[in-house]
């Protein structure tokens, strides 16, 4: 490249800057994993009745019925909000801590783009990379002969966030998993 086609593309970057026509990138802080939420839950934080709780002032989930009397574990259908989900699966130790959570999603969605199109793992990944940064692993899944996908995983000493589809499969529903590492689900206290 001779200098003068250098000093072009460099005022040509300034003038499409200064336009407005292009930005310039912005480092955003990420928040640290364990400050992930899902539905406004932190599921380091909040317990049993702060999810039922929460899920029933934010409104548009139904529980499932078998898990109204249950301690280890909750169901909520999304029916008015968070459409582009089948449901929310907690699961809980003994102390009514959150263990893990599980969020399933339908294979179509109007949330993530303009027309009803089929939902990637791309799609669902960027909403988590906005609140926590880039993810820790990356993996490339398919089996069979059926095209690949991307698969993602945020992780540290607290808490493991998966996105992944159903049997490892490029066409499965896509679903989001926080597993908190410092729970065991089978530990009882003794009191």
């Known amino acids: 490249?001779?200098?003068?086609?250098k000093f072009f593309y460099r005022h040509l970057l300034w003038l499409l800057i200064s336009w407005g026509v292009i930005a310039p990138t912005q480092?955003?802080?990420p928040k640290p994993i364990d400050q992930v939420t899902v539905m406004g839950i932190n599921p380091l934080k909040h317990s049993l009745n702060s999810v039922r709780r929460h899920?029933?002032?934010i409104g548009g989930f139904k529980q499932a019925a078998f898990s109204v009397r249950k301690r280890n574990v909750d169901k909520f259908f999304a029916v008015t909000r968070a459409t582009e989900s089948y449901y929310l699966e907690f699961f809980y130790d003994n102390a009514g801590k959150i263990t893990s959570v599980y969020q399933l999603f339908r294979p179509v969605s109007y949330r993530f783009?303009?027309?009803k199109t089929a939902l990637t793992t791309q799609d669902i990944a960027k909403d988590i990379q906005q609140q926590i940064g880039e993810p820790t692993l990356i993996q490339t899944k398919g089996q069979n002969?059926?095209?690949?996908?991307?698969?993602y995983i945020w992780q540290d000493d607290k808490i493991m966030v998966k996105i992944d589809r159903e049997d490892n499969d490029a066409f499965g529903n896509i679903y989001v998993q926080y597993i908190?590492?410092?729970r065991n689900p089978y530990w009882v206290s003794l009191q």
Do not use: K
Not at 145 to 151: D, H, I, L, Q, T
């Open 113 to 115: 783009s303009e027309s």
């Open 145 to 151: 002969g059926s095209p690949n996908y991307a698969a």
């Open 55 to 57: 899920l029933w002032n």
């Open 27 to 29: 480092a955003s802080d």
């Open 1 to 5: 490249m001779t200098s003068s086609t």
């Open 180 to 182: 908190v590492n410092q």
